[in-house]
């Protein structure tokens, strides 16, 4: 059914056809590059630095040190000193700090005698993610202080404690989950873009007629089409890793073969699709729009890249199920930080051979050669 | 020297041919509400029910205490157990668990001997997010349960030799504005921002963009509309679509997902009729560089993409890098996205908010003036 020499034509054709449009090929390399650059430097979720303002009532010294004790964990600076406790309203409304720490004017004589001694901690919850961080770091930090203080030299276990280990990211550094991650969304989203005008572009400028009068197969057409833009996929992602290993340094623990052979998989799902969505709306405009719409809010909410699956309600948890871009997701991370082999990733492996025969066989079923249709 | 006649007859004319399309009307009051449930919903930082592997090798009271302690705030929740540690290694290499809690042999008795009990507590880092709250809710349960343990005398003979419960600070925290820490509060009403910038964009490239396409601009320039007129009736109706998106969707994200407005709804509506400016501005300069819709969405998506990271929206600006930090202060969804939050959480008003107004609206100003000087020029 399928004809060597003419799919190969076919290749040769598109491929003619991309070289001769050097400013989409331009963007083709420089936008994933770009992204990555930009997202991987700009977001983080490291919580440092968290500008406090501090409330210092107390007659004696021991609250200048449990203040020591904030700016020494290297998670909170002291940003300002209001006079007032009334000061302190202003400010976390303004957002000009993220918390406020207000030590009574009792707090040294109650230490001395052993506490309680309550100090109170004001957040701006309104970003609760970085409220909530800062709250388990206030709370470690006063915590830790005031045993040593009590205890002063004794030394005394707590009763029970847990000694916590980080798997795969030690440093909880945010950018090493992002980087890979990031790969897996913007491969999503330049795929169905890259292939999207393929078949449109056919309708739009008449040559469809051409095609249709050759004897080309339309798996061949498919096929043909499909065979360039997997090769700039696959460069697209491997100079992604580049970056990534290279600028941010992000480990990449596993097999990069295996990488490869998942990523081929997922590529001509996602290219795939864009040919489907391209042979089906037959125009330029709205298919690129519908690509990246069906793409880029899925790959960048739904794929678990940077909020959790498993806290999304049951509905979108299922429609996740559906979403490509999670399962490559998995992939990178698993790959790059767990270091997971096939004996891991084979149920990512499965899903996206099963999205690529779809995407595929739906491209080809959508690509009809009549042209009064 | 405009005349108000002619703008009426170009806005009804722009409203009849974009609502003539069906599929217009669901995008421009449709596609908002869905955005804003896919945000709403999938845009979750909270850390609950993280999933939980148990290695008990205890099998005690004091462990099974210890269990439920873990998982009675609803942060973990158990999905597997197992009494070999090598299922728990498997369970975080396929991604099935994030936390995994081991409890060694001898974790009653060193309890008891007040010998200082130790459980190990392995956390996925893959989501570093997630994984540096669960840590912090494991050590805080873990070591509350140790205390509350302790202090109610202990259990068995060796209670009494327990050390005395260092008490000392005591440190009492509050979160104002979000008392649940729910990142929904948070996120939902930067969504109306984002959704705003979004159909402001997509109807500009589609009543300027699409008219070059068509060639009917031609039409329109040798009608006796001037520049002034035509940019007025031109983006009118994108303003007011834009406006009652905005009614739209905080009306939902209010009434659906309960997030509190405390502050001034006239205060929100004048600054987003600033900020819908200054969207309108930035896409009428794109549209007016791109020839055909599909440069000027490529142009629009590679606009938008920095506009939202850099704005604070999902990503905290406090931890970017200051280069990056820097460049956030030329982005107008930054300032928009501080006053729709202080607005909806925080009950601000214009005491506060003044600021961040006067460079919107300087912003918008300085964006309109270029857009207009390049629309003049491309019409003639």
């Known amino acids: 059914m399928i004809d060597a020499v003419r799919l190969l034509a076919m290749a040769r054709k598109e491929t003619i056809q991309i070289r001769r449009d050097p400013r989409s090929l331009a963007l083709a390399f420089a936008v994933p590059v770009l992204m990555l650059i930009f997202f991987g430097y700009a977001i983080t979720w490291d919580v440092d630095d968290l500008p ?40 976390l409304v303004r957002g000009s700090v993220a918390g406020v720490l207000i030590i009574p004017p009792d707090f040294s004589r109650r230490m001395s005698a052993g506490g309680p001694a309550p100090v109170q901690f004001l957040l701006d919850g309104a970003d609760a993610n970085t409220a909530t961080i800062a709250l388990n770091y206030a709370e470690a930090i006063a915590g830790r202080w005031s045993r040593d203080a009590v205890l002063s030299g004794r030394t005394v276990a707590l009763p029970a404690d847990a000694e916590s280990r980080v798997w795969y990211n030690p440093t909880l550094a945010s950018r090493n989950m992002i980087v890979p991650g990031l790969i897996a969304v913007i491969m999503s989203i330049i795929a169905a873009m890259l292939t999207a005008l393929t078949i449109a572009r056919e309708w739009e400028r008449g040559t469809m007629e051409q095609l249709a009068s050759t004897p080309v197969h ?37 097999s990069v073969l295996l990488l490869a052979v998942l990523t081929l998989l997922f590529l001509l799902g996602a290219l795939g699709l864009g040919i489907f969505i391209s042979a089906a709306l037959k125009s330029q405009v709205l298919a690129t729009q519908v690509a990246m719409v069906a793409t880029y809010l899925p790959a960048l909410l739904l794929s678990g890249f940077l909020f959790d699956i498993a806290s999304m309600p049951a509905v979108l948890r299922a429609i996740t199920l559906v979403i490509p871009a999670r399962y490559y997701v998995a992939v990178t991370r698993g790959i790059f930080l767990k270091g997971v082999g096939i004996q891991v990733l084979w149920v990512q492996g499965v899903a996206m051979l099963i999205f690529a025969t779809v995407g595929l066989g739906l491209a080809t079923l959508a690509f009809r050669k009549r042209i009064a249709a | 020297m405009i005349s108000v006649p002619r703008v009426r007859a170009l806005l009804r004319k722009e409203l009849r041919q974009l609502f003539r399309d069906p599929k217009t009307k669901r995008m421009v009051f449709g596609a908002p509400i869905i955005q804003l449930l896919l945000f709403g919903y999938a845009v979750n930082t909270d850390v609950t029910r993280v999933a939980t592997f148990v290695v008990d090798h205890d099998r005690t009271e004091a462990s099974r205490a210890l269990l439920d302690a873990f998982t009675a705030p609803g942060y973990f929740q158990v999905v597997g157990r197992s009494a070999r540690p090598a299922d728990l290694d498997a369970a975080l290499d396929r991604g099935s668990v994030a936390v995994g809690l081991w409890i060694p042999r001898g974790f009653a008795a060193d309890l008891a001997g007040g010998r200082g009990a130790t459980v190990q507590v392995l956390v996925d880092g893959t989501n570093s997010n997630t994984a540096t709250v669960a840590q912090g809710y494991a050590t805080r349960i873990v070591r509350s349960f140790g205390l509350a343990r302790a202090g109610a005398g202990g259990t068995g003979a060796g209670g009494a030799n327990a050390a005395p419960l260092p008490t000392g600070v005591d440190l009492r925290t509050r979160a104002w504005y979000n008392p649940d820490l729910a990142s929904r509060v948070y996120n939902v009403p930067a969504v109306v921002a984002l959704i705003l910038i979004l159909m402001c964009f997509l109807l500009t490239a589609m009543t300027v963009v699409r008219e070059r396409e068509l060639g009917t601009l031609e039409q329109l320039m040798v009608s006796p509309l001037s520049a002034g007129e035509l940019m007025l009736g031109k983006t009118l109706p994108v303003a007011l679509i834009g406006l009652a998106d905005l009614v739209l969707v905080v009306a939902v994200a209010i009434l659906w997902f309960d997030i509190p407005f405390r502050g001034n709804p006239l205060l929100l509506l004048a600054a987003s009729a600033v900020f819908i400016l200054a969207s309108l501005g930035l896409g009428l300069f794109i549209s007016t560089v791109s020839n055909t819709q599909q440069e000027a969405f490529m142009g629009m998506f590679m606009v938008i993409l920095p506009l939202i990271i850099l704005s604070g929206f999902m990503y905290p600006i406090h931890t970017m890098p200051d280069f990056f930090q820097g460049l956030t202060l030329l982005n107008p969804l930054r300032y928009f996205l501080e006053i729709v939050r202080g607005v909806f959480l925080k009950g601000a008003g214009l005491a506060v908010l003044w600021p961040q107004l006067l460079v919107l609206t300087a912003m918008a100003a300085g964006i309109l003036t270029l857009a207009t000087l390049r629309f003049r020029r491309t019409l003639r």
């Open chain 1, 52 to 91: 406090l303002a501090v409330v210092n009532e107390d007659a004696g010294t021991r609250g200048e040190r449990l203040v020591d004790a904030f700016t020494a964990s290297g998670y909170f600076v002291v940003a300002v000193r209001p006079a007032r406790r009334s000061d302190a309203d202003g400010l």
């Open chain 1, 218 to 254: 339309r798996l061949e057409v498919v096929l043909g089409k499909l065979l360039p833009y997997v090769v700039i996929g696959m460069a697209d992602v491997a100079l992604a890793v580049a970056v990534g290993v290279t600028l941010f340094g992000v480990p990449l623990n596993g």
